[in-house]
């Protein structure tokens, strides 16, 4: 497919056009440097051309560990790309960085464009004579702040790509707590390093995609910052993280929750769980890290979490291990599952209902509760009955469990709405 990945030196503006480009703040924007540390993907569609467009870290060449980690990422976006946009800082003028990245991308298949940023009062020879030193395909001048000049770059880019149709797949969100795990589990599925790991809880930033394709099925992979309570979100970076996860948990079709099996159940994996089943997001929760259980201690570490989680005891509850790929593949079959049984009808459920109101029929002054229809679609239940009144939320999670055990609904949150109706066969 037609791909651009978007490389440069750290704090030259690159996720600010990645943005533009998306029109939407996708990537993490900050005015500190080195922001992206992983590779983020965005994908658009123009005149019938759709491009995956590739947000990378910041290169530098030293030793630093994560600086390597940073150039691995950008290495894999470097092979997948058709053109590559080298971008540079218009204001700070051509640095030895920039041209030891120029001399790096050289090497590489596709279309090498070299664009300087910064250029907010427009195009400017003396900047382009400086920058003429690094050859490579083609120069621009722009500025990703204002938009000066993106539309031109844009443009240029389609034209040299043909037309398609965006794929479209089933979008897994990975979530929960800094430091359960979620980059490893990525990898352990995508079978390379796809984000950044490091001995560190919080090392991921960003929302970050990964696609691949699964039984002849597609599949986003969405890897996310680690969530933490609202009132521990010490800079804008972690806000701004937090938010590209709840947006996470609202796109996706399911998402895994990772809750690290060598800990204690804590009030924020409860929390998470319910951001997802009040964004009505399919769920299965994943004791992540469960080859450091001993294997004598694995059914009572289930049972604990059982026990501590049985107010969502219709989510499906799995162990898996990134290092033995213990329930990897199981994670992502279940998934599937779950996210194709969604649309299913169950000309059944009336009947459901109606044997659970009249085996338990809701707190009334009045007698005769009647049922007149029903509809359902996904996870979501309209109930047209004559005292509508009467099914307060302890009866609602009765019909619920009621619902849960006619259909088997695993993973799958239910919504009830009870409106006033009447007996259309009179």
Known sequence: ???????????????????????????????????????????????????????????????????????KQVDFALEE?????????????????????????????GLKVIVINKMDRGRDWKVSSEFSRVKLDKTFQISSKTGFGVKHLLDWILSSFEEGEIVKGTTIGVIGR?????????????????????????????????????NGETIVL????????????????????????????????IVL????????????????????????????????KFDLVPSNKEKAVIDYYKKNLS?????????????????????????????????????????IIRNAVTRRPPPSRRKGVRIYSVKQERGRIWIRTNQPECFDDKYRRYLKNSIRQGLKFKGIPISLKVKKGVDKCG
């Open 311 to 351: 107010f969502v005891d219709w989510i499906p509850m799995l162990p898996v291990s990134s290092i033995t790929m213990r329930g990897v593949e199981d994670s992502l079959k279940f998934a599937l599952k779950i996210v194709n049984s969604l649309n299913e009808k169950h000309p059944e459920l009336k009947e």
């Open 257 to 288: 929750v990772l809750i690290d099996s060598t800990g204690k159940v804590t009030l924020q994996d409860k929390r998470i769980i319910n951001w997802a089943i009040k964004r009505e997001t399919l769920i299965i929760i994943l004791l992540s």
């Open 178 to 214: 800094v430091n359960t795990g979620k980059s490893s589990f990525v990898n352990a599925v995508m079978g390379y390093d796809r984000a950044i790991i490091k001995e560190e809880p919080g090392t991921t930033r960003d929302s970050i995609n990964s696609y691949l394709e699964y």
């Open 1 to 71: 497919m037609n791909t651009v990945a978007i490389v440069g030196r750290p704090n030259v503006g690159k996720s600010t056009l990645f943005n533009q480009f998306l029109r939407e703040r996708r990537s993490i924007v900050d005015k500190k440097p080195g922001v992206t540390r992983d590779r983020v993907y965005g994908v658009i569609e123009r005149n019938r051309k759709p491009v995956i467009l590739i947000d990378t870290g910041g290169l530098k060449f030293s030793g630093n560990e994560i600086e390597k980690q940073i150039r």
């Open 81 to 109: 790309a058709d053109v590559i946009l080298l971008m540079v800082d218009g204001k700070e003028g051509l640095t030895s960085l920039d041209e030891e990245i120029s001399d790096y991308i050289r090497k590489k298949k």
């Open 222 to 253: 969405v890897d996310t910052a680690g969530l933490k309570k609202k009132s521990r979100l010490r800079s804008s970076l972690e806000y701004y993280s937090f938010l590209r996860t709840i947006r996470s948990i609202e796109e996706a079709d």
